[in-house]
């Protein structure tokens, strides 16, 4: 039987006062008839214990399902909607919590893997490049540059916020890629091979 939002958001404040932690499911339903589901986070962290892997991957994979393509009739609820499911997950890998007076819980392993996913599938561009943002958060957010290089060297639209990333927030080792691309001369996309080309130009070469 499908939940209202009423018993939906019902649901959703037991849950809280009780300290205990949403099912996929019941994340899905606030999520899309919400636009909020604040257990995602603490439950993905594991704030108030212990929890299995095939339980957090299950919550996740509703993130990034309904960041990659959930849809309303309401585009700007959408977008909403999209948005705190992705910031949920990139929140989640930072080992945040929403649960007042715990800080700190257990970075969730699994962020990295489906913010590259969203990075590549995700219907709306500007989860994409929020995915791509995300991934240099993490704490071991420089394992991931070389994938932020195989976006700008692709067809993937969000190639552009690629290279941004690389450049302003990937540190001199970011800095470092986006000059060997600008270099290299194999980034199909012009607008991107533009922006390398002026924000980081490679050395001049004398005759």
């Known amino acids: 039987m499908l939940l209202t939002t009423a018993t939906a958001v019902a649901s959703e404040g037991r849950a809280q006062a009780k300290g205990v932690d949403p099912t996929a499911a019941e994340v899905a339903v606030a999520l899309r008839d919400n636009g909020r589901y604040q257990g995602a986070v603490s439950a993905l962290t594991q704030a108030r214990g212990p929890r299995s892997q095939q339980e957090l991957d299950e919550i ?43 800080e700190k819980g257990v970075p969730y392993s699994g962020a990295a893997t ?50 941004v990333v690389l450049v302003t927030r990937a540190g001199p080792e970011g800095r470092a890629i986006a000059r060997e691309l600008s270099a290299g001369g194999r980034v199909p996309q012009p607008r991107v091979r533009e922006y390398l080309d002026n924000i980081a130009p490679a050395p001049s070469k004398r005759p």
């Open 114 to 163: 489906r913010l590259m996913r969203l990075a590549e599938t995700a219907e709306d561009i500007s989860i994409r490049g929020g995915a791509l943002r995300g991934l240099v958060r993490l704490p071991n957010g420089k394992e991931y540059l070389p994938f932020l290089r195989r976006v700008v060297l692709s067809e993937n639209p969000a190639a552009w916020q690629a290279a």
């Open 60 to 102: 996740a994979d509703t993130l990034v399902a309904i960041a990659a393509s959930f849809r309303s009739s309401d585009e700007s609820r959408g977008v909403v909607t999209r948005t705190t499911a992705l910031t949920s997950l990139v929140d989640a890998g930072l080992g945040r919590t929403d649960i007042v007076g715990v």
